[in-house]
C-alpha cells in the first residue's frame, strides 16, 4: 500500500515537474511567463540590470543554465560567445532562435550625419524587445518551442500564446494611438535602445552612443546642432547610468536628463512608460 502510494506521488510529481526555460533577456522572461503559466520556470542568462550586450555569467547561473530543456536565443550580442558553452554545459538543452521572423533593424552610427554614416558600417540592432511586432513574432516561436519540448502541454501553451498575442496586440494599438499626435518626432537618447520603439510608433530617435562608444568631439558638435533644430528638451539615459557625455549635451541645449528604463521583465509596464517619458519630452519635459 505505501508503495502504491509512493510511487503515486512520485508520478504525480512528475506529471507536474515544471521544465526549465532560459532565455536570454529579462523581457523575453514575460513572454514565456505569460504563454508557459506554472508550466515553466524561466532562467534569464543575463542580470536584470546588466548590459544586455556584454556580460559573464556566475557559477551559480551556469549551473540553473545546464537543467533547462531549452534556451530561447534572441540574437543578442553575447549569445555569439556564451550559447555554444551553455549548450556544452546543458547536453538535453534545445536551442530556439525565436528572433528569426524579427526583421532586424541597423543601427547607423550618427544618424544625424548622413556623409559620416555612409562611411561607417552600421550594426545591427538587438533591442528588438521594444517594438511589439516583433514581440508578437516571438511568441509564435516560443510557443512552438514550449511545445517542442513539452508536448504534453501543448494545449496550455496554446491557449496562454494566442491570450498572449491579443495583450501584445491591444498595447501596441493603445500605444499607436497615444504616439499618433507626435508622428515624426525627435527624442534624444544616450544608449540607442528605443529604434524599434521609434520604427514602430512613426518617431525618430537620436542618440549619443554608438557601440558603447562616446562621439567624438566633432560628433557631438554635430549632434547639438542637431538636437537644437529638433527643440529636444529632454536628454534620455539609461536607468543607472549617468554618462558625461549626455550631461554635456544637456547643459549645451539647456535641457535635462531623464532616466528611463531599457529593459525589464514587465515589458507591458517597459512599453507604456517609454511612451509616457516620451510624450512628457515631446511636451516640453515637464
Ligand atoms: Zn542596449
Known amino acids: 500500500m505505501l508503495r502504491t502510494l509512493c510511487l503515486a506521488a512520485f508520478l504525480t510529481a512528475i506529471a507536474h515537474a515544471k521544465i526549465i526555460v532560459a532565455?536570454?533577456?529579462a523581457p523575453q522572461a514575460w513572454l514565456v511567463e505569460n504563454i508557459g503559466g506554472d508550466a515553466v520556470e524561466i532562467v534569464?542568462?543575463?542580470?536584470p540590470n546588466a548590459s544586455a550586450h556584454t556580460f559573464e555569467p556566475k557559477p551559480a547561473q551556469m549551473a540553473k543554465l545546464s537543467k533547462a530543456s531549452a534556451y530561447l536565443a534572441c540574437g543578442v550580442e553575447f549569445e555569439k560567445i556564451w550559447l555554444k558553452r551553455f549548450e556544452q554545459n546543458a547536453p538535453d538543452m534545445r536551442v530556439f532562435y525565436v528572433d528569426r521572423g524579427v526583421e532586424k533593424l541597423t543601427l547607423t552610427p550618427l544618424s544625424y550625419d548622413r556623409s559620416a554614416a555612409a562611411n561607417r558600417r552600421g550594426?545591427?540592432?538587438?533591442?528588438?524587445?521594444?517594438?511589439?511586432?516583433?514581440?508578437?513574432?516571438?511568441a509564435g516561436y516560443t510557443i512552438e518551442a514550449l511545445i517542442a519540448v513539452d508536448p504534453a502541454n501543448e494545449t496550455l501553451y496554446r491557449q496562454n500564446g494566442a491570450r498572449t498575442i491579443a495583450k501584445i496586440d491591444a498595447l501596441r494599438q493603445e500605444l499607436a494611438e497615444k504616439l499618433k499626435p507626435y508622428n515624426d518626432r525627435a527624442f534624444l537618447i544616450h544608449h540607442p535602445a528605443l529604434g524599434y520603439f521609434a520604427a514602430e510608433y512613426g518617431l525618430r530617435q537620436l542618440f549619443i552612443e554608438f557601440e558603447n562608444k562616446e562621439p567624438k568631439i566633432g560628433e557631438l558638435a554635430a549632434l547639438t546642432k542637431l538636437a537644437k533644430e529638433e527643440k529636444i528638451?529632454?536628454?534620455?539615459?539609461?536607468?543607472?547610468?549617468?554618462p558625461k557625455a549626455a550631461q554635456s549635451l544637456a547643459s549645451a541645449l539647456g535641457a535635462k536628463t531623464e532616466?528611463?528604463?531599457?529593459?525589464?521583465?514587465?515589458?507591458?509596464?517597459?512599453?507604456?512608460?517609454?511612451?509616457?517619458?516620451?510624450?512628457?519630452?515631446f511636451n516640453g519635459g515637464d
Open 44 to 47: 534569464v542568462a543575463s542580470p
Open 23 to 25: 532565455v536570454s533577456v
Open 259 to 281: 532616466q528611463i528604463t531599457i529593459i525589464s521583465d514587465d515589458w507591458e509596464s517597459l512599453m507604456r512608460d517609454a511612451a509616457d517619458a516620451l510624450i512628457k519630452a
Open 123 to 138: 550594426a545591427i540592432d538587438t533591442h528588438i524587445w521594444f517594438s511589439a511586432a516583433a514581440m508578437r513574432s516571438q
Open 233 to 242: 528638451k529632454v536628454v534620455f539615459v539609461e536607468r543607472g547610468a549617468s
